[in-house]
């Protein structure tokens, strides 16, 4: 098994300290880097994902992709 599942989402900047402090809550959950930070109004986040938290992990991604917008451009 992998030791972490990558995530790459597309978010709007404005929003990334909104994302960051809220999937943080939930210890050992992820771990959120901005790859290549980007000129515009949109920005790709890496999230490393614990395997064991994956279920949880897409639950609440799609609450948040209810009230923001989020892109999930890949998973790896």
């Known amino acids: ?8 989402l597309r ?3 404005k929003d990334i ?3 960051c402090p809220y999937f943080e809550a939930f210890e050992g959950m992820v771990a959120i880097r901005t790859p290549a930070p980007e000129l515009g109004t949109e920005a790709t986040l890496k999230l490393m994902l614990s395997p064991d938290f994956k279920d949880e992990f897409d639950k609440i991604l799609a609450g948040l992709k209810e009230r923001l ?3 999930q451009i890949a998973t790896i």
């Open 69 to 71: 917008e989020i892109e």
């Open 11 to 13: 978010v709007k900047k």
């Open 1 to 8: 098994m992998k030791d972490s599942i990558n995530v790459f």
């Open 17 to 19: 300290y909104l994302l």
